[in-house]
C-alpha cells in the first residue's frame, strides 16, 4: 500500500492537495508497497502523474520551446564498413569541425548484443519500484547508483529522468555489484560493454588521424581510459514543454557513444545557435566529442551542446556509453596543435580527476562552461 505521510516530497504534497483524486494512478510495475516517500524521488514510480510536478518547472524563458526546434537533415552519417582510412577520418573531421558529433554505421558491434542491451535496459526500469530503490543514491562518486535528474542536491529545477549508472571498465572490477535482476542483466550489458569499448578505441584514433597525428596519440594522452555507462529512462512526461529529459549540456569525458531509441525521438544538438532534432537512424550509433576531446584538440573540435526532451506519449530510453581519461591523465593538446599555424595552447594543463571534480560540484544547465574555468 503507499502510505501517505507529513514527510512528503512537495511536488507529491501539491498534487495530493490541489489535484482531483485521479491524479495520481498507481502504475502497472508497481506493487503498490513502496513508501511514497521513496517511490516520490524516481519517477518511474508506480505514481503517474497528469500535470507537471512544480519542481520540474522551468521558468518561462529556458523551456524547450518545442514547435521551433526542425529536425536536422545533414547529420554526418560515417560508414565504418568501408575499407579507406583516410576517407573515414577525413568524414570524422569534417563532422567533428562542423557538428561536434556524428553517426556510425557498420560499426561492427552486432546487432544480437544492441538488442539484448536494449531488452534488459527496458526490463530494469519495469521491475518494481521497491526493487529499484535498492539501488537509489544521490552521491554522484559512487560506482554503481540508480539515480533521477541530474543532480538532485545542487538543482533547483529538476529533469525528467531516471538513471541507472554503472563503472563498466575493468569489467570484472566492476561487474560484482551491478544489479542480479533481471538475471541476464551482468551478461548483456558487458558483451555490451566490450564492444562499444573497441568501437570507441577506433574511433579515437580515426579523431587522432583526422588531426593529422598519429592514430596512438590521443589514446596515449588519455591513458588507460574508464569508461561509464547511463541508461536514461524518460517515462511519459504530462506537460513536455515545461521541462527536459536534460537541458542543454555538452559531456565532460572524451568521447561519448550513444544508443539512441530506435523508436522514440528526443535527442537534440545545438548547431549555430539553433537546437536541432537528432532523430534515430537504423542501426547507428550517435558519436559526441566530449570536453577532453576539445581540450586535446587545442580547441579544434568542439564539445557539443546537446539535450533530451521528453513527450506524453512514448516512454524513451537512451544508452550512453562515456570513454574518461584516467584520473591522472594530463589532459594537454601535443605540440603539434599547440604550435599550428602560429597559435598558442588554448587551455591550461589539467588532470581529469580535477575537471570531473569541478563538473560534479555544479549544475548541469549553469551558462558558464565549465571548460571555461581551465582555459588559459
Ligand atoms: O537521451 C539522450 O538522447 C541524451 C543523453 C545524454 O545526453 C547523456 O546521457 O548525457
Known amino acids: 500500500m503507499i502510505s501517505l505521510s507529513s514527510q512528503l516530497p512537495c511536488d507529491i504534497k ?3 492537495q490541489l489535484g482531483p483524486p485521479n491524479l495520481i494512478t498507481p502504475h502497472p510495475f508497481s506493487s503498490g508497497t513502496v513508501p511514497i516517500q521513496m517511490a516520490g524521488k524516481v519517477i518511474s514510480s508506480g505514481i503517474r502523474y497528469n500535470t507537471l510536478p512544480e519542481s520540474y518547472v522551468r521558468p518561462v524563458t529556458d523551456r524547450p520551446n518545442l514547435s521551433l526546434v526542425s529536425d536536422c537533415n545533414d547529420v554526418p552519417v560515417i560508414d565504418f564498413g568501408i575499407d579507406d582510412r583516410r576517407l573515414i577520418s577525413q568524414q570524422i573531421g569534417d563532422a567533428c569541425r562542423r557538428f561536434g558529433f556524428f553517426q556510425v554505421i557498420n560499426h561492427g558491434v552486432p546487432d544480437e548484443i544492441v538488442e539484448k542491451m536494449q531488452e534488459i535496459g527496458r526490463e530494469f526500469f519495469q521491475l518494481p519500484v521497491e526493487e529499484k530503490m535498492k539501488l537509489y543514491s544521490e552521491d554522484p ?7 533521477t535528474s541530474f543532480n538532485v542536491q545542487k538543482e533547483q529545477v529538476h529533469n525528467w529522468r531516471d538513471y541507472l549508472r554503472l563503472h563498466c571498465y575493468p569489467l570484472d572490477q566492476y561487474t560484482p555489484e551491478w544489479p542480479s535482476n533481471p538475471s541476464s542483466f551482468k551478461e548483456y550489458v558487458g558483451n555490451y560493454c566490450r ?5 570507441g578505441m577506433r574511433v579515437l584514433e580515426f579523431i587522432s588521424e583526422s588531426l593529422g597525428l598519429e ?3 590521443i589514446k596515449n594522452i588519455l591513458g588507460d581510459q574508464g569508461q561509464h555507462m547511463a541508461i536514461n529512462h524518460y517515462p511519459v512526461c504530462p506537460e513536455p514543454e515545461l521541462t527536459y529529459g536534460l537541458p542543454g549540456h555538452t559531456d565532460p569525458n572524451a568521447l561519448t557513444i550513444l544508443l539512441q531509441d530506435a523508436l522514440v525521438s528526443g535527442l537534440q544538438v545545438l ?8 532523430r534515430p537512424h537504423p542501426n547507428a550509433f550517435v558519436i559526441n566529442i566530449g570536453d577532453q576531446l576539445e581540450a586535446v584538440s587545442n580547441g579544434e573540435y568542439k564539445s557539443v551542446w546537446h539535450r ?7 516512454p524513451r ?5 562515456f570513454l ?5 591523465s594530463i589532459i594537454s593538446a601535443p605540440q603539434e596543435l599547440t604550435e599550428k599555424d602560429g597559435s598558442k595552447p588554448v587551455f591550461k594543463k589539467f588532470t581529469y580527476a580535477e575537471y570531473y571534480k569541478k563538473f560534479w560540484s555544479r549544475n548541469l544547465d549553469q551558462k558558464d562552461h565549465c571548460l571555461e574555468f581551465f582555459k588559459n
Do not use: H, Y
Request: proline share 2%; aromatic share 4%.
Open 195 to 199: 564492444e562499444v569499448r573497441e568501437l
Open 215 to 217: 592514430k596512438e596519440v
Open 308 to 314: 533530451a526532451v521528453v513527450n506524453s506519449d512514448k
Open 141 to 147: 562518486s559512487k560506482t554503481m547508483r540508480l539515480s
Open 317 to 321: 530510453m537512451s544508452i550512453a556509453s
Open 271 to 278: 548547431k549555430d545557435g539553433q537546437w536541432l532534432a537528432v
Open 14 to 16: 501539491r498534487i495530493f
Open 324 to 328: 574518461c581519461p584516467c584520473n591522472d
